[in-house]
């Protein structure tokens, strides 16, 4: 399956109230994949319940954990809004500069 959200840098919501940011979303045999910005996350899912542009929504494999997870484009005022969940060595002033910290 191919995800169609774009770009390459998500905010992530989930039902279990977690907020996360996703880098390199994938599917890969029945498994949702992506970096959190600490660690590689694996999650069975269920269920696609929206994969659009804009958003991509799943619900995770009860057997796992029975969340629903909602991914969509980060964006810099959501940087602005959230930063302080972020620890980071220097000021960010733009998203282009966010998004450089994930490039590997």
Known sequence: MIINLQP???FVESSD???L??????EEGGYITFFDSVK???MKYNKIIENTEDRFVFQRDPSEA?????FRPFKYE???KY????VLEKNINNL???KSLFEF
């Not at 940011?21 to 994938?26: D, E, I, M, Q, T």
């Not at 029975?66 to 909602?70: H, L, R």
């Not at 930063?83 to 972020?86: I, T």
């Open 66 to 70: 029975d969340f629903i997870y909602t």
């Open 40 to 42: 590689n996350r694996f």
């Open 96 to 98: 282009e500069e966010f």
């Open 78 to 80: 959501e940087y602005l």
């Open 17 to 19: 109230s977690t907020t």
């Open 83 to 86: 930063h302080k969940l972020f």
């Open 21 to 26: 940011l996703a880098y390199n979303l994938k």
């Open 8 to 10: 390459n840098l998500y």
